[in-house]
């Protein structure tokens, strides 16, 4: 269960502030993480707080999707994207995202993010932000135009022209690969577990580009420890995924 660790000392009464108040003027680390990943999102707003340490909160928006809506899978006709509402923060520490986000509040970028088990004392929520950049509006430099590797599902295989909205490691004693594509012809959002590090490591290059490109879906029996039975099995810039075999 996620806490709020300023809440707590809160509950605790002035013996508890007066410790902190002690503390080193360093912010305490945080206490560990359950996913850590990368995402396009558009930044709503962003302010600077803080009474004993400096941290920036704001508001981002990224693409999700409603579980419950009644869809045609087989047709590759989920889900209808929608954006949902993340509050953020970043440390004081962090000058480089910052300083970038707060003068380009209202555009899209990529962001390199944290989500804390414990909301650290320095921060006011669990999802921290590491790093924010500009989409570049080329491939990637020396990003090889395709990766294939072997189809992990046996029950569908078909490609999809689009982009990986989202991708983070997820779990703390188990990691999974979870995500979420778009599908830019349907205009339709699907969530996905990758099974390789290799392809994980290709995407989230990939991901700095606003440049579309084919991927190949793998759809298995059974999700197993994965929260889908979706995977990727191909990236490709120049044609449709699977078109080698």
Known sequence: MICDARKTLRRLGPLALMMLLLLPARPAPALGSYAEGYAVVRL????????????????????????????????????TPRLDSIAFSISDETKEASNFMRTNVGREMLIHYKKHLITPIALNTDFEILEARP???AIPEGLAHKLAIEKSGGKRNFSVYGRIL???????????????YLDATKRKVHP??????????????????????NFGVSVAYVATIYDTNYD??????DEPAGGGE
Do not use: H
């Open 44 to 79: 709503v707003k962003m302010e600077s707080s803080g009474v004993i340490w400096d941290s920036w909160e704001g508001e981002l928006q990224w693409a999700s999707f409603d579980p419950t809506e009644e869809c045609q899978e087989t047709d590759n006709a989920c889900y």
């Open 135 to 137: 989409w570049s509006e």
């Open 166 to 180: 989202r991708l983070e490691r997820r779990g703390v004693t188990i990691n999974t690969w979870e995500g979420l």
């Open 192 to 213: 996905f577990s990758l099974r390789s590090d290799e392809m994980a490591e290709f995407i989230t290059k990939a991901m700095a580009s606003s440049v579309q490109y």
């Open 232 to 237: 990727i099995f191909e990236v490709n810039y």
